[in-house]
């Protein structure tokens, strides 16, 4: 008999995102965004790209097309199995997750019955509604897809969430997202010169940044001048904490994932963002304001909630060029 691992091999990437359309209805509104930001950040195509180099050349091969794609940060998700959904809501119930994935003998044929199945054995030791785990059951396996058994297993399952984040319900976070700053007299006299607040990570108080109405996400966090620089090699020091290269859409650097307030972007411009976000690989940008931005691109219209991801490259270019 199979493990679940090496059925889970007999997918591919086309195979997973259209599981994740199929369940999303299912999904809790508070992790369908961060469950289809999450597979955009973490693209089974990239890992089976990297890991056919590996096979054929070893690390040094890997390496090598690492640097051809102008991968930078970390895009490995073996090195941050319990933290890459940190920004997901059900992270808070990874543990069952984690241990209901690992206790699977059994399973159905169809990827979306087989994510399914994992959640609901999941809510009786989490004791939750199934809706609130089947984007991280959804994640949880992917994960193992990418990773393998053995350092799956090896993970400990770590939350990486404050007793006070962990308290909040997904109410009050829905809440939190949809909330616009209160402009009071002053505000109303600005008009075009309102601020609005820039959140890009929901589980610390302090990772936030002020934006003035239409301004570009990415010119807005250059005015925060801490040093990220020592947590994300990727960052420059005085730019803020999202990494920027070229403010022009060139690079692809400042990709980020829209958790709240998508609606509060400007659109797309397909020339533009939307062309290059191809080549990049980070999203096929279908809708006006999908979920996946290049933030100096994008102009808020309104307080937002996004998450960095923790790698950028051009590996869509790869992609478009292979047979």
């Given at each position: 008999?199979?493990s679940?691992?090496?059925?889970?091999?007999?997918?591919a990437?086309?195979?997973?995102?259209?599981?994740?359309?199929?369940?999303?209805?299912?999904i809790?509104?508070?992790?369908?965004d961060?469950?289809?930001?999450?597979?955009?950040?973490?693209?089974?195509?990239?890992?089976?790209?990297?890991?056919?180099?590996?096979?054929?050349?070893?690390?040094?091969?890997?390496?090598?097309?690492a640097q051809k794609?102008?991968?930078?940060?970390?895009?490995?998700?073996?090195d941050?199995?319990?933290r890459?959904?940190?920004?997901?809501?059900?992270?808070r119930?990874?543990?069952?997750?984690?241990?209901?994935?690992?206790?699977?003998?059994?399973?159905?044929?169809?990827?979306?019955a087989?994510?399914?199945?994992?959640?609901?054995?999941?809510?009786?030791?989490?004791?939750?509604?199934?809706?609130l785990?089947?984007?991280?059951?959804?994640?949880?396996?992917?994960?193992?897809?990418?990773?393998?058994p053995?350092?799956?297993?090896?993970?400990p399952?770590?939350?990486?969430?404050?007793?006070?984040?962990?308290?909040?319900?997904?109410?009050?976070?829905?809440?939190?997202?949809?909330?616009?700053?209160?402009?009071?007299?002053?505000?109303?006299?600005r008009?075009?010169?309102?601020?609005?607040?820039?959140?890009?990570?929901?589980?610390?108080?302090?990772?936030?940044?002020?934006?003035?109405?239409?301004q570009?996400?990415a010119?807005?966090?250059q005015?925060?001048?801490?040093d990220?620089?020592?947590?994300?090699p990727r960052?420059?020091?005085?730019?803020?904490p999202?990494?920027?290269?070229?403010?022009?859409?060139s690079c692809?650097?400042?990709?980020?994932?829209?958790?709240?307030?998508?609606?509060k972007?400007?659109?797309?411009?397909?020339?533009?963002?939307?062309?290059?976000?191809?080549?990049?690989?980070?999203?096929?940008t279908?809708?006006?304001?999908?979920?996946i931005?290049?933030?100096?691109?994008?102009?808020?219209?309104?307080?937002v909630?996004i998450v960095?991801?923790?790698?950028?490259?051009?590996f869509?270019k790869?992609i478009?060029?292979?047979p």
């Open positions: 008999m199979p679940l691992y090496s059925d889970l091999c007999r997918f990437a086309a195979d997973w995102i259209r599981a994740v359309d199929t369940l999303s209805a299912g809790h509104e508070i992790d369908r961060a469950t289809r930001i999450w597979f955009a950040f973490f693209p089974l195509d990239l890992h089976l790209t990297l890991e056919a180099a590996r096979a054929e050349g070893g690390d040094e091969a890997e390496r090598e097309l794609l102008g991968l930078m940060g970390q895009w490995r998700l073996a941050q199995i319990d890459s959904h940190r920004f997901l809501f059900a992270h119930y990874w543990p069952q997750v984690k241990s209901a994935v690992s206790a699977m003998t059994e399973w159905p044929e169809a990827l979306p087989i994510i399914t199945a994992a959640a609901t054995a999941a809510t009786r030791t989490a004791r939750v509604d199934r809706d785990l089947l984007g991280m059951s959804a994640v949880g396996l992917m994960t193992l897809r990418q990773t393998g053995d350092a799956f297993a090896a993970a399952g770590t939350i990486h969430l404050t007793e006070r984040v962990r308290a909040r319900s997904p109410h009050q976070v829905l809440k939190l997202r949809a909330r616009d700053d209160r402009q009071g007299l002053v505000g109303a006299l008009g075009i010169g309102k601020r609005w607040t820039v959140t890009f990570d929901e589980n610390d108080p302090a990772a936030t940044f002020p934006l003035i109405h239409n570009e996400i010119s807005a966090a005015a925060d001048k801490r990220y620089r020592s947590r994300d960052c420059t020091p005085g730019e803020g999202i990494p920027v290269e070229c403010r022009a859409a692809g650097t400042c990709w980020v994932g829209v958790l709240g307030g998508a609606g972007l400007s659109p797309v411009n397909e020339r533009d963002e939307g062309r290059r976000m191809k080549v990049f690989g980070y999203s096929d279908d809708g006006a304001q999908p979920l931005r290049l933030s100096c691109q994008a102009r808020a219209r309104g307080a909630s960095i991801p923790p790698w950028n490259g051009v869509g790869f478009l060029r292979r």
